[in-house]
């Protein structure tokens, strides 16, 4: 038998290698943008801006109050995949930083201070919406929305449109609270808005969608083992075609004893399981979900393994 010559064989493997190995970050930098360095505002909602470092998957930023050195707070301390970021800040003096990661190094830190004032006006404020999430998919047709208060704010104007926030107005409500309730809401998408006021000024509107999904599913079609089936006490597979949604879905597989005990009970990613079980007779099922919480089961098939 033949063997490669050393030297071409470590040439293979480095090959080989370099298309698994992640480029070491380690001397690069992160470019901060905005806001700039010793920058002071009274906007409750700051938005955070860099450069896009190459080979970085994401980036850790960092907010702290007052600093780093004796910080009193860490406001935030999260891994984003994007070079802009906003977040909410109470009035305030912070310092912020941001390193690029990937799987295997980082950056450096590169950090800026920051001031956030007391505002003396509702324009340069935003309201903070609360609930429901953003993009929520609810299967129940009544609601509260709620949101932060707002400094200065004597109340909200409250929106509910179709669609998008440019859709038709369905609603439009002045209240002195910090929820607003709805009821009654038929399927379909809807965006929510909140604008703070008083006598001499007026916040910026924030908008989030929702969607009311009161439709399950369609059942998912269970495949093998067929019904009645009976088996070997060898490891068998599952497998089923699943129910379809407007929304996103996840499948469910429960298998159960003689006795209705549930012996699995798992969420299952795929069209199919490998499990085995011991001795008896057992019914198994399919049941899909969709994003609002709708679920519709498969008829339960009986299988038997001896």
Same mark, same amino acid.
């Given at each position: 038998m033949r063997t490669l010559p050393l030297l071409l064989l470590?040439?293979? !493997?480095? +090959?080989?290698c370099s298309d698994i190995l992640e480029e070491d970050l380690d001397?690069?930098?992160v470019v901060l943008l &905005?806001?700039?360095?010793?920058?002071? =505002? &009274?906007? @409750?909602?700051v938005q955070f801006r860099w450069e896009e470092v190459p080979h970085a998957t994401g980036y850790r930023i960092?907010?702290?109050?007052?600093?780093?050195?004796?910080?009193q707070v860490y406001v935030v301390d999260s891994v984003v995949t994007g070079t802009v970021?906003?977040? /909410? !800040? +109470?009035p305030g003096a912070y310092t912020w930083r941001v390193r690029a990661e990937n799987g295997s190094s980082h950056t450096d830190y590169y950090q800026r201070r920051l001031v956030?004032?007391?505002?003396?006006? !509702? +324009?340069?404020? =935003?309201?903070?919406? !609360?609930?429901?999430?953003? @993009?929520?998919?609810l299967s129940a047709t009544a609601l509260t929305l709620s949101w932060q208060a707002l400094g200065g704010a004597q109340d909200y104007r409250v929106e509910l449109r179709q669609g998008d926030q440019n859709g038709a107005l369905l609603q439009a409500q002045l209240v002195t609270t910090t929820t607003c309730a709805l009821s009654a809401l038929p399927e379909g998408l809807y965006t929510w808005g909140v604008q703070g006021q008083n006598s001499t000024s007026v916040s910026a509107f924030s908008y989030r969608s929702f969607r009311i999904d009161l439709t399950a599913p369609t059942a998912p079609l269970l495949i093998a083992p +067929?019904? @009645?089936?009976?088996?070997?006490? /060898?490891?068998?597979?599952?497998?089923?075609q699943s129910g379809t949604d407007a929304s996103a879905t996840v499948d469910s597989l429960l298998v159960t004893d003689q006795n209705q005990v549930a012996v699995r009970r798992l969420a299952v990613t795929g069209t199919s399981h490998s499990d085995s079980l011991g001795t008896g007779v057992y019914q198994w099922t399919i049941r899909t979900t969709d994003a609002a919480g709708n679920g519709t089961s498969a008829a339960a098939r009986t299988l038997t393994i001896p």
């Open positions: 470590s040439a293979l !493997l480095i +090959a080989g001397g690069l930098g &905005t806001p700039p360095d010793q920058d002071s =505002t &009274t906007s @409750n909602v960092q907010i702290a109050t007052p600093d780093f050195i004796s910080p970021v906003p977040f /909410a !800040l +109470a956030v004032l007391e505002a003396t006006s !509702l +324009a340069d404020l =935003t309201p903070i919406l !609360l609930s429901p999430a953003a @993009n929520a998919a +067929a019904a @009645n089936a009976t088996l070997p006490q /060898a490891p068998f597979t599952f497998q089923w």
